[in-house]
């Protein structure tokens, strides 16, 4: 028989890839259907552009309960979550059942959680169907929301029973979030160096065709670094290059209501600024911080950071989840391909940061 599609096993669940894999799932999730419960959760644009497939193509899945999340960041908060469960609740799910999370990393982060809490622990699935969904945010079990406008301030490790990554989900997808994706590509490319970094380096410039390929890499690498620190103890904090500064971002164009701002564009500016640090406070050589900063120029269109908005940003990172006692640890570069972690960044490093940034920003 020919396989068409790939099992990556390096974690204690299996993550699947590949274009077809309605059978891989049917054959999951049926002891489910029949004994238990299988429930779905999904976005308001996937319900529309995936979930036709997913219930065509999985004899027995058309009656199977489905709850949509209006499509954006703002649904990653605690009333939505209180939603969730009252659905599952009102549907007669039990702890037993499933939850198939069906969307970008907003359903399963949120989704995520809301299975590892509801009836003090039911399984989940990811489906991812987004480009940080599928290279990211579907493996690795950490799940969470959003609180008083600040990301993932609540939430908790819980591994899913089984990722099923399907790229050929992306062909609806905006081209606004394919873009963010980019960047979770780039950032997991620049952490691995060698062959998966040489690839992104020789492309330049985004190319859609070549997402299966980088998807592939960016999973392996992603199974890699998780399996050896699961809970983010140690080493799979490197995974946090570019997030320390891009999730301040993030906040502070959730606070100002700039509805298109995506992940990936606080996380592509993150990096700007992360590699610049980096650069004073490890070595990083100069050609590389070029490198990497040209070709986030090349994907990005990076919109300038205004000086009034300097001392938000330097205050969000007062909550943000890397800080310990002794302040935030960044996650930087020492090269390409070799990260570090726990860095302390001074104040007035970080601001120079942003002026850097702001000389490659062209909107
Ligand atoms: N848990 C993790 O490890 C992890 C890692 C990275 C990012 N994240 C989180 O993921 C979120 C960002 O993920 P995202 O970019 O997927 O956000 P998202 O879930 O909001 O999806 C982005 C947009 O794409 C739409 N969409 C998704 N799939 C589609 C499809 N196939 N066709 C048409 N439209 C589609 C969604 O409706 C939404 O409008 C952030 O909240 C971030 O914090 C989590």
């Known amino acids: 028989m020919q396989v068409n599609y790939h099992e990556i096993e390096t974690l204690n669940y299996p993550v699947f890839l590949g ?9 999951f999730l049926y002891p489910y259907l029949s004994y238990s419960g299988v429930y779905i ?39 939505a979550l209180e939603d969730v469960w009252k659905w599952l609740i009102n549907n007669g799910a039990s702890r037993d059942s499933i939850l198939v999370n069906l969307g970008g990393g907003v359903v399963s982060d949120l989704g995520g ?28 079990g950490k799940t969470g929301i959003n609180l008083l406008g600040m990301k993932n301030q609540a939430g908790l490790f819980a591994d899913p029973a089984a990722v099923f990554i399907m790229p050929s989900f992306l062909k609806t997808v905006p081209e606004l979030h394919i873009k ?22 020789n492309l330049g410039r985004p190319d859609n065709g070549m997402l299966f390929d ?17 809970y983010d103890l140690d080493t799979r904090k490197i995974l946090n290059f570019g997030h320390t500064v891009g999730h301040s971002l993030e906040s502070l164009y959730l606070a100002l209501g700039h509805d298109e701002y ?9 990096m700007i600024c992360e590699a610049w ?42 909550f943000d989840k890397k800080k310990t006692a002794h302040g935030t640890g960044y996650s930087l570069l020492e090269n390409i391909g070799k990260p570090l972690f726990g860095k302390t960044v001074g104040q007035s490093t970080l601001l120079k940061s942003f002026n850097y940034y702001n000389s490659k920003a062209t909107k």
């Not at 899945?61 to 605690?78: C, H, M, Q, T, W």
């Not at 980019?182 to 997991?188: D, G, L, P, T």
């Not at 995506?262 to 993150?270: M, Y």
Request: negative net charge; glycine residues 10%; charged residues 20%.
């Open 113 to 140: 959680f809301a299975a590892a809490t509801f009836n003090r622990g039911m399984s989940y699935i990811n489906i991812p169907t987004s480009l940080i969904g599928q290279a990211d945010a579907a493996i690795g």
């Open 41 to 79: 959760l999904t976005d308001e644009n996937v319900h529309r552009f995936c979930l036709p497939a997913l219930v065509d193509n999985i004899p027995g899945f058309s009656d199977i309960p489905v709850y949509s999340l209006p499509a954006s960041e703002k649904a990653k908060e605690v009333t």
């Open 277 to 318: 640090i980096s650069g004073k406070l490890t070595g990083m050589p100069e050609n590389e911080i070029d490198q990497l900063t040209g070709l986030i120029c090349n994907f990005f269109e990076l919109k300038a950071v205004e000086e009034r908005h300097y001392a938000f940003l330097s205050d969000g990172l007062k």
């Open 19 to 27: 274009d077809e894999l309605w059978t891989k799932i049917g054959e």
């Open 214 to 230: 980088l998807i592939a890499e960016a999973v392996r690498f992603k199974c890699g670094v998780v399996a050896a620190d699961p």
């Open 262 to 270: 995506t992940h990936g564009e606080a996380v592509a500016s993150g």
């Open 180 to 201: 963010s994706g980019w960047a979770e590509i780039i950032k997991s490319a620049a952490l691995a160096g060698g062959g998966f970094w040489d690839k992104l380096k």
